[in-house]
């Protein structure tokens, strides 16, 4: 066997087995997170390029997508930080949670707290179905974590169905 045998595969990968996420790739949004506080206080999130910005959240994520999600690695991530958000947690009667929303072609295995669509994420009838899921809501996150070629197409058109979300 090569270089990649199942036991010299990469401390990330192993680290991911070990913790229940199905890919590796888990860790780039863990660390994303980390270094630009996402999930837990929005507000103290600025464009790196501009130290005048203005905060782009303002309240803690509650309404997440999650574009070409397969295999579900940080629709699970995104499941463990707004479900298990303290600011979340709190919530009034008329406050609805956490709502997550996973997109792939591929369909995918359920994960605790997303709403798993198997659809293009170019296509309105997608886009609608996403936007019902949030009961007219917009999302206040969207993440991509796909082949640059599939969302850089979507992301090209001013009027895409994806500028709904």
Known sequence: MGRLSKDKRDVFYRRAKESGYRARSAYKLLQIDAEFNLFNDPSSFKASHDEESKPIIGVPVKRAVDLCAAPG????????????????????DDDEGPSIVAVDLQPMAPISGVECLQGDITSLE????????????????????????EFHRAAEYPRHPSSCF
């Open 126 to 149: 997608t886009a609608q179905e996403i936007i019902q899921h949030f009961r007219g809501h917009r999302a206040e996150l969207v993440i991509c974590d796909g082949a640059p070629g």
């Open 73 to 92: 690695s940080w629709s699970q991530v995104l499941s463990d930080k707004l479900l298990n958000n303290e600011t979340n947690k709190e919530k009034n």
